[in-house]
């Protein structure tokens, strides 16, 4: 074999295992170049979908902090409406005519057994209005389980009745305040639609 032939056969093997390294490297250089690609978009994937999470939980909690603050001002609003409702029935027991008042009052004090003697404490401005229902309420109890009427400037409408054993506060605000308990609920139903909220 000549040198010139010799040469062609190593520059021929060297070009071949050259085109093979450089296919090997250029298979490896790609495998590891789609590993590369593929752990940047999970990586990419894994932060957006973190990122995602974080903008929802987030836009999630201002949508609560909104609607609970929303609700505590519709609630502050209804509670102002039931105030002033209650205030105005206030009101309007407070001025009832003689007749009215009386019957008003007459009825609270039914719920005192007749053998119990007392007091009968109301305003001073309120004795007159009350006075005759008094007398006719004692018409039917014996003498020592009389009622009397005492005037006290601190209670402002109503009675309060004073035994020896208890005493009941049936004044106007307190009864108000007992029914307003009890029926604040229906109240608030007949004013307001039970969907308004956020």
């Given at each position: 074999m000549s040198v010139e032939n010799i040469k062609k056969t190593i520059i021929r093997d060297a070009e071949k295992e050259a085109e093979e390294m450089v296919a090997a490297t250029?298979?490896?250089?790609e495998e590891r170049l789609e590993k590369g690609r593929h752990g940047i978009e999970s990586e990419m994937d894994r932060?957006?979908?973190?990122?995602?999470?974080?903008?929802?939980d987030d836009?999630?909690?201002?949508?609560?902090?909104?609607r609970s603050k929303h609700n505590i001002e519709l609630l502050a609003r209804r509670n102002e409406i039931?105030?002033?409702a209650f205030d105005l029935a206030a009101r309007r027991l407070e001025n009832l005519e003689g007749d009215g008042y009386r019957q008003l009052i007459g009825e609270w004090l039914d719920q005192i057994p007749e053998e119990v003697?007392?007091?009968?404490?109301?305003?001073?401005?309120?004795?007159e209005r009350i006075k005759p229902l008094i007398e006719e309420i004692n018409k039917s109890r014996a003498g020592d389980?009389?009622?009397?009427?005492?005037?006290?400037?601190e209670v402002e409408s109503g009675i309060v009745?004073?035994?020896e054993s208890f005493e009941i506060d049936l004044t106007v605000c307190t009864r108000l305040n007992e029914l307003r308990e009890e029926l604040t609920p229906e109240v608030?139903?007949?004013?307001?639609?039970?969907?308004?909220t956020i």
């Amino acid at each position: 074999m000549s040198v010139e032939n010799i040469k062609k056969t190593i520059i021929r093997d060297a070009e071949k295992e050259a085109e093979e390294m450089v296919a090997a490297t250029a298979g490896v250089c790609e495998e590891r170049l789609e590993k590369g690609r593929h752990g940047i978009e999970s990586e990419m994937d894994r932060r957006f979908e973190k990122t995602k999470k974080e903008l929802v939980d987030d836009a999630e909690r201002r949508v609560m902090q909104k609607r609970s603050k929303h609700n505590i001002e519709l609630l502050a609003r209804r509670n102002e409406i039931l105030n002033r409702a209650f205030d105005l029935a206030a009101r309007r027991l407070e001025n009832l005519e003689g007749d009215g008042y009386r019957q008003l009052i007459g009825e609270w004090l039914d719920q005192i057994p007749e053998e119990v003697p007392g007091e009968a404490i109301c305003h001073s401005g309120d004795i007159e209005r009350i006075k005759p229902l008094i007398e006719e309420i004692n018409k039917s109890r014996a003498g020592d389980s009389e009622i009397t009427l005492v005037s006290d400037d601190e209670v402002e409408s109503g009675i309060v009745f004073r035994s020896e054993s208890f005493e009941i506060d049936l004044t106007v605000c307190t009864r108000l305040n007992e029914l307003r308990e009890e029926l604040t609920p229906e109240v608030a139903g007949m004013i307001f639609s039970k969907n308004v909220t956020i």
